[in-house]
């Protein structure tokens, strides 16, 4: 069965840093675009950040510009989301989601598969 897992969630002060993982197993991440989602207690699903099949297209929502940083490993079949100058607003779940296709897209009718999610916990 096809999988993304992520990982390094975590309890952060504000204003620290985490670095999320999303591994996929049972197919080549490398074809895919492959986006980030949060989500908060309480609130619907938003988008974090996109990034292309090659990576050299990366998205992310305006409230994330400039502290969060998407990367791709295709070798390692793996995505990464460096999250810098965390906010207690940051707090949620956060799940990687396949695209349909190797472009990037907001909406999350356009990914097929998701991770379990993984907690990031932003609080002094």
């Known amino acids: 069965q096809l999988q993304l897992v992520e990982s390094g969630g975590g309890l952060v002060q504000p204003g620290g840093s985490l670095r999320l993982s999303c591994a996929a197993s049972r197919f080549t991440l490398g074809y895919y675009a492959i986006g980030w989602f949060r989500q908060a207690p309480g609130k619907e699903r938003e988008g974090v950040s996109c990034?292309?099949?090659?990576?050299?297209?990366?998205n992310y929502a305006d409230s994330m510009k400039g502290r969060f940083t998407v990367s791709r490993d295709n070798a390692k079949n793996t995505i990464y989301l460096q999250m810098n100058s965390l906010k207690p607003e940051d707090t949620a779940v956060y799940y990687c989601?396949?695209?349909?296709?190797?472009?990037?897209?907001?909406?999350?009718?356009?990914?097929?598969?998701w991770g379990q999610g993984t907690q990031v916990t932003v609080s002094s």
């Open positions: 990034i292309n099949w090659s990576g050299a297209t990366t």
């Open positions: 989601a396949r695209g349909y296709s190797s472009g990037c897209s907001e909406r999350l009718r356009d990914y097929d598969y």
